[in-house]
């Protein structure tokens, strides 16, 4: 069996499931994914290249899926179709239409690498897993939004709950339309358990106060930056407590987080985050998050 585990946000990234960009992003009609005018699927790809070296470089096993042209644009953000528990994974099922095959692409993944699988999720309900935030080991918050519905929401809890794990659900605003991409980890990255980088004005009211009352510090990021950015100045991954990847050209943002004693190392994606609506965290769905 593969090592598996994830019930954190920021606790030392091990082993990621990956999808290298390929065919499929060369072909797609940018009109028909909502993509943005920045994108170019070349330079996308090029730009992918330099994250994933980021990410070797803080020694994390990658666990790689290729794109071999099966027309999955959106497969890359491997972050969204499933999430990974000490119990196994939970396969998703996607809230956006265009991605509704990913989770089975996930789901065997998964077997190569040794992961069991926890369950399943069926229709009616979605659940997509860029709107889940672990607060802490046994504690898992999902946005109501756009993508994750009640019915995926209660399907998790059950699935959860045999193992001592509360799920809460929490509504997200529909800011800018249904077909564009607002997940609860667009206005929040976890950068340490004490840490977090955040756009307040777009958070769950509750979800605000429960950070709070666990004692979460939270870093503000610059309203101008994530204007300019439709919010990937604050999608940042930590490989390791506080040593955090970010989307380059956002320096009020990294600033903000180096004053609170990160690291922050960038790569340029405005081909490739920001004109497809996700970035770092999107780009990667931990396996294994462990402490030495
Ligand atoms: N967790 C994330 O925020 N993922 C980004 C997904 C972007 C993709 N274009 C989508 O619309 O689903």
Redesign the pocket.
């Known amino acids: 069996m593969g090592a598996f585990g994830s019930q954190a946000m920021s606790t030392q990234l091990r082993r990621v499931l990956m999808r290298r960009p390929g065919k499929s992003l060369k072909a797609a009609d940018p009109k028909a994914?909502?993509y943005g005018p920045t994108f170019d699927a070349d330079r996308a790809i090029a730009q992918y290249a330099e994250f994933a070296r980021l990410v070797e470089k803080s020694g994390t096993e990658i666990v790689w899926m290729e794109d071999d042209g099966d027309g999955l644009a959106?497969s890359m953000?491997t972050?969204?179709p499933s999430f990974v528990t000490d119990h196994g994974a939970v396969i998703l099922r996607m809230g956006?239409k265009l991605?509704l095959a990913e989770p089975a692409l996930h789901e065997e993944a998964y077997t190569r690498a040794g992961v069991p699988i926890l369950g399943r999720l069926e229709a009616p309900g979605t659940v997509?897993s860029?709107d889940c935030v672990w607060v802490d080991a046994k504690t898992l918050v999902i946005g109501r939004g756009v993508r994750s519905n009640q019915s995926g929401i209660d399907q998790v809890a059950a699935l959860l709950a045999p193992h001592g794990i509360t799920v809460l659900g929490f509504d997200l605003p529909l800011w800018q339309g249904a077909e564009a991409?607002l997940?609860l980890?667009?206005v929040i990255s976890p950068l340490a358990d004490d840490l977090a980088l955040v756009h307040a004005p777009l958070m769950p009211a509750a979800f605000y106060f429960l950070l709070q009352d666990k004692g979460i510090k939270l870093i503000h990021a610059p309203e101008e930056e994530f204007a300019e950015s439709s919010g990937l100045n604050l999608?940042v991954l930590p490989t390791s407590p506080r040593n955090v990847i970010m989307v380059a050209g956002f320096p009020g943002t990294k600033a903000a987080m180096e004053a609170e004693g990160c690291t922050v190392e960038t790569f340029e994606a405005d081909a490739l985050c920001i004109a497809?609506?996700?970035g770092p965290?999107?780009l990667t769905r931990p396996i294994l998050r462990r402490a030495a």
């Open positions: 994914w909502h959106d953000f972050q969204d956006k991605r997509e860029g991409c997940h980890m667009s999608n497809c609506e996700g965290t999107c």
